[in-house]
C-alpha cells in the first residue's frame, strides 16, 4: 500500500460533506476488522475508514455514500462496498503457506545420515549450508500404476527433496538409498532453465549424466535397481514388503 498523503483526509472528509449535505470527518486507520466505522456526534458525521480506500474508484466512494445515508437498506451499495472490503482484506493478509512436516527418519533408513555424508563430501562446494534443500521421506500409500514409479523427486519451488517410502526397507540396500538422493540433489544443483519456444526441456542434461556416472556407488546402484525394479513397483503398488535377501555387503558398507 503506498503511503497515504496527508491531504487524502481532509479531500475526503470535503467531498462526503458535500455530497452528504452535512460535516463530515474522516480518518485512515489500518484495521483490518472494522474498515469502516461511522460515529453520529452531535454536529458531524465521523467516519474512519481503511487507508485502502484512499485510492478506492468512484463507484466505491458512491456506494460507500449511499451507506452511509441509508444503511443496509442500500442493498446493492452494501454488496459493492462488502466486495470491495473483502479485496482490501484479501491484499493485506499475508500469502498462506502450508506447513509440511519433514520426516527424514526413516523405519530403516535415515536420511539425515545420508544427506550429511553427501553435504560434507560430493556437495560440499556446490551446496553450501544456506542453500542445502530440506529432505524428506515422502507419504506412505499404495500407488496405482504398475508401469512407472518415481523413487524421488526435487521441487525446485520449495526446494524439498521427497524420497519415495517404497526405499524404507531393510531388503533395500543402503548404498541405493544413498545414490537415489544424491541423483535429486542434483537436481538442486543443475536446476533446469525454461526451454527456447519450441525447444524440449532438458532435465538430465549431458553434465547433470556426467556427474552422476562419477558417482561411486553408480555402477551397483543401476544394475540393483534394473534387478529389482519389479518387485520396488509390486511394493509400491501393493505395501506388501520387498521379499529380497539380505545381502550384508550391500546393507552395511
Known amino acids: 500500500?503506498?503511503?497515504?498523503?496527508?491531504?487524502?483526509?481532509?479531500?475526503?472528509?470535503?467531498?462526503?460533506s458535500l455530497r452528504m449535505g452535512r460535516p463530515v470527518a474522516v480518518r485512515f486507520g489500518r484495521a483490518r476488522r472494522r474498515m469502516v466505522v461511522a460515529e453520529r456526534e452531535e454536529t458531524r458525521l465521523s467516519v474512519r475508514l481503511h487507508e485502502g480506500f484512499a485510492l478506492a474508484p468512484e463507484d466505491v466512494r458512491d456506494s460507500l455514500v449511499r451507506w452511509l445515508e441509508v444503511g443496509g437498506r442500500a442493498r446493492r451499495a452494501t454488496r459493492h462496498l462488502r466486495g470491495f472490503l473483502d479485496e482490501l482484506a484479501r491484499a493485506g493478509e499475508p500469502p498462506r503457506t502450508r506447513a509440511v512436516r519433514l520426516e527424514p527418519r526413516g523405519r530403516h533408513h535415515d536420511l539425515c545420515e545420508f544427506s550429511a555424508e553427501l553435504f560434507d563430501g560430493e556437495f560440499a562446494a556446490e551446496l553450501p549450508l544456506e542453500s542445502r534443500p530440506a529432505i524428506t521421506w515422502g507419504r506412505r500409500g499404495r500407488r496405482r500404476s504398475w508401469h512407472s514409479l518415481e523413487l524421488g523427486n526435487f521441487d525446485p519451488r520449495t526446494r524439498r527433496v521427497r524420497i519415495h517410502?517404497?526405499?524404507?526397507?531393510?531388503?533395500?540396500?543402503?548404498?541405493f538409498v544413498r545414490f537415489v538422493l544424491a541423483h535429486e540433489l542434483l537436481h538442486a544443483v543443475f536446476e533446469p532453465t525454461a526451454p527456447a519456444r519450441g525447444a524440449r526441456r532438458v532435465v538430465h542434461g549431458a553434465e547433470f549424466r556426467a556427474r552422476?556416472?562419477?558417482?561411486?556407488?553408480?555402477?551397483?546402484?543401476?544394475?540393483?535397481?534394473?534387478?529389482?525394479?519389479?518387485e520396488l513397483l509390486r511394493s509400491a503398488r501393493t505395501g506388501r514388503p520387498l521379499r529380497l535377501p539380505l545381502l550384508e555387503g550391500w546393507l552395511f558398507d
Do not use: Y
Not at 517410502?165 to 548404498?175: G, I, Y
Not at 552422476?212 to 519389479?230: L, P
Open 212 to 230: 552422476e556416472r562419477a558417482f561411486a556407488d553408480f555402477a551397483r546402484a543401476r544394475a540393483w535397481q534394473e534387478a529389482h525394479v519389479h
Open 1 to 16: 500500500m503506498p503511503p497515504l498523503h496527508p491531504t487524502d483526509a481532509e479531500r475526503w472528509s470535503r467531498e462526503l
Open 165 to 175: 517410502p517404497v526405499l524404507d526397507q531393510a531388503s533395500v540396500p543402503r548404498f
